[in-house]
């Protein structure tokens, strides 16, 4: 695992995961892609700056965000596509997504660089120089052609595309959504085996139910403590139940509920690795993808994490765009991200939710505690496949819909002059 400029190294603390691989999954004769093949040099991140809050040097930053959607469309721009063919009931070739895009807005050069898609994210994560980089990974690496049938959406990365994913040095990716096994028990193989070939850490899946339930991420930051990563999904992230884990076969860390009973087995689960000192992140793909009233069950679910399960990060994703906010016993709880990287742009509908605007979520957190001590985002639009930090208007329009309903939850969004949000 790469060690992060500026802040802590880190030290990877995890078992030989690539026994966990059955050997029949192991990918074809293709050679990789070294991880910056075609990057160009106007392409590559700025050399960094330390322009870290002040104060609490111990802390721990993280980089969290929400759904990661690399296949289809944005898959077929990389340097090595995939079979073209989906299984949609009106397009049937992900090569069309490719038009619809530059039909709304110009042209993308193709193929393009691994780092292409991250754009100003890069610039952004050279400035914070988190600790730790973490995202909902919602696409199979995979060659293999078995669709999930009657899915409706299948997405895809060839995994010779791997190297976009290390473009951002990401160190933990949550697999436990409603994309892992677009392409069957096959697919979700390969992937586990992908991101272990790349020294990327993923939770939420296993080859056992066993595992995908206590097989955490683990990351030792040189100086500071540890930071678990603990991953879970809900059938009403349109999860289907039949992708839960088995006592002998592969698959998610599916709940089927939020009872006091899942609490208790789930504080069971973390106690078990958490010690003291440790940040405890738990990422949870729940809920629909519209709409920014928070559930009771949800909340209550989160407060009992919080409380009863000894989670510090409560690490939403599902919805399209970011969901409300709140601070509860000095821990940070993100209902949804919001996506980050997705596969629509260019397609109509629900336009009123801004599903082209993404936040980079950079929470810093007291080990000693696992207490938020300040939370600084930045707004970031997707367009031609690639992030691009956002203008005043669209950073002003987020934090104006955030702060109407994270208001009620007792937390408010400050703009800063340089159109970052902030979060005290």
């Known amino acids: 695992m790469h060690g992060k400029k500026g802040k802590g190294t880190i030290r990877v603390l995890w078992p030989l995961i690539l026994l966990m691989v059955p050997a029949f999954s192991t990918p074809g004769s293709d050679t990789p892609a070294a991880p910056n093949a075609g990057i160009t040099a106007t392409e590559a991140s700025p050399t960094p700056t330390d322009q870290h809050p002040s104060g609490n040097e111990n802390a721990i930053t993280l980089f969290l965000c929400g759904d990661v959607m690399i296949g289809r469309r944005i898959d077929q721009i990389l340097l090595y596509p995939s079979d073209p063919r989906i299984y949609e009931s009106f397009v049937k070739d992900a090569r069309d997504y490719v038009q619809i895009t530059e039909q709304a807005n110009g042209p993308i050069p193709r193929p393009v660089g691994f780092s292409y898609i991250w754009g100003d994210a890069l610039q952004e994560l050279d400035r914070v120089q988190p600790d730790l980089r973490i995202i909902n990974l919602e696409t199979s690496i995979t060659r293999s052609d078995d669709f999930w049938p009657g899915k409706g959406i299948n997405y895809r990365m060839h995994p010779d595309n791997v190297p976009c994913l290390q473009a951002a040095e990401i160190d933990a990716c949550s697999l436990a959504n409603n994309h892992t096994l677009d392409w069957g028990y096959t697919g979700l193989l390969e992937t586990m085996e992908t991101l272990a070939r790349v020294n990327i850490r993923f939770t939420g899946v296993g080859n056992t ?167 600084r985002m930045t707004p970031l639009q997707i367009k031609r496949m690639r992030l691009q930090r956002a203008s005043r208007r669209d950073a002003r329009w987020l934090q104006d819909t955030l702060n109407r309903y994270s208001t009620k939850l007792g937390t408010h969004l400050e703009l800063e002059e340089d159109n970052r949000l902030y979060l005290n």
């Open 209 to 375: 139910r066993e595992e995908a339930r206590t097989t955490p991420a683990v990351f030792e930051i040189e100086g500071k403590g540890r930071v678990i990563v603990s991953a879970l999904c809900t059938t009403s992230s349109g999860v289907p139940s039949g992708w839960a884990a088995q006592v002998n076969a592969p698959g998610v860390n599916l709940i089927r509920d939020f009872s006091d009973d899942t609490v208790r087995g789930l504080a069971e689960q973390f106690a078990r690795k958490k010690r003291a000192g440790d940040i405890l992140v738990v990422s949870i793909h729940w809920g629909g993808n519209w709409g920014y009233e928070i559930s009771k069950a949800h909340r209550s679910f989160a407060h009992k994490l919080i409380d009863q399960a000894g989670v510090d990060v409560v690490h939403g994703h599902s919805s399209h765009h970011p969901r409300p906010i709140e601070v509860y016993n000095d821990k940070l709880i993100l209902y949804g991200c919001g996506d980050f990287i997705n596969d629509y742009e260019g397609i109509g509908g629900y336009e009123e939710y801004r599903d082209d605007l993404a936040l980079m979520y950079f929470p810093r957190i007291d080990p000693a505690a696992g207490q938020l001590i300040d939370l």
